[in-house]
C-alpha cells in the first residue's frame, strides 16, 4: 500500500517564537505538541494499512479510500502511481467477483 500523506504539521505562526521574547507561548508549545502526536498516530495508521493484507472487496475499499485523498493532495507522482496500480488492480478483482 502506498502511504498516507505527510499533512502539513499543525505549526501555524501562533506557534513560532515570539518577536519579542524569542520563545513559544504556552499555547504554541500545546499545539506543537498535539502536532507531533497526531503525526505519531497517522505513521501509526499507515504502519498498519500497509501491514494488513486485504482478503475481499470491503478489505480492499477501506484502505483505498483512507489512502486517496492524502496522497492525491500531496501530489507525488510515485505515490500517486502506485495509488493508481492499487485501485486498477481492485477494479480487476471487482470484476472477477473477488
Known amino acids: 500500500m502506498v502511504g498516507l500523506g505527510t499533512s502539513p504539521p499543525i505549526t501555524a505562526a501562533r506557534t513560532s517564537p515570539s518577536r519579542s521574547t524569542g520563545s513559544c ?3 504554541g508549545k500545546l499545539m506543537q505538541w498535539i502536532g507531533d502526536a497526531l503525526t505519531d498516530v497517522e505513521t501509526a495508521i499507515n504502519k498498519e494499512v500497509r501491514r494488513r493484507r ?9 484502505p483505498l479510500e483512507m489512502l486517496a485523498l492524502p496522497v492525491i493532495q ?3 507522482p510515485d505515490e500517486i502511481a502506485a495509488l493508481a496500480r492499487e485501485l486498477l488492480a481492485h477494479a480487476k478483482a ?4 473477488r
Not at 486485504?54 to 477501506?62: D, K, Y
Not at 471487482?94 to 467477483?97: A, F, S
Open 94 to 97: 471487482e470484476r472477477q467477483g
Open 54 to 62: 486485504p482478503a475481499n472487496s470491503a478489505e480492499r475499499e477501506t
Open 25 to 27: 507561548s504556552g499555547t
Open 74 to 76: 500531496n501530489g507525488v
